[in-house]
């Protein structure tokens, strides 16, 4: 069931006519995690406990704002903040002030860096709607693997995409490269880039005619593709879409 289920996610990525089919399927499911999480489901314990110990990161945190419900996040990180004063008044009151070495650096008395910035980082890494996005990530990217080597029509579904973002682009040659044997390497490896080469020319294209149209010779000629050339460019080199309008709560 599950292959099943991630294979309709991955099919319909591919066919979404995005311009990274990846892209496409972490913003439907960051929107589905946001909601998720400030639906009903914020009232429910085991959820909250969840979100207190994974915490968010500042990228989540400014969409939870922007999206709304304002009870739900005034809940959420209620429970999240008592949460980090408990475990930062343990390691406040455990920290020992450094001495300023040869070279001035602050360390402890025992020469390690002091613990408490480590326990604030270590914090900061990790975020419950990120750790919930990459778990189907990763299981979307072995569903690639095992449709290569099961469906012969796949990678023409592939072929027929807009390609992929360098971010994801990368992702998908590792876990290609680590999981395929090496019949299926010397089909895919060759249409992936092959594929990637033409794409990101079409985007170059699309680009360079944007700015040719600024001249006033050509201000009477088509458009062609151009006129969103900035932000596709923009999501094949870094992933993402920089033009989404913010996701609110519509209910």
Known sequence: MKEKLYTIELHDALTSGDECPFCWLERKLEQEALEFVLGSSYMESDTRDQTDRAGFCRHHTKAMFDYGNNLGNAWIFKTRLAWLRQGLKKEMDGFAPGQK?????????????SSLRGWIRREESHCYICGR??????R????FVYQVKGEKEFLDLVRASQGFCIH???????????????KEKDQVFPLLFEQMERELSRVQEDIDWLIEKYDYRNRDKDWKNSQDAVQRVMQKITGGHPADPVFQNQK
């Open 101 to 113: 070495g040869m070279f001035g650096s602050l360390k402890k008395k025992d020469g390690q860096e």
């Open 133 to 138: 996005v990459d778990e189907t990530y990763q």
């Open 140 to 143: 979307v990217l072995d569903t």
């Open 168 to 182: 994801h682009f990368g992702d998908l040659v590792e876990v290609c490269d680590r999981k395929l044997g090496k």
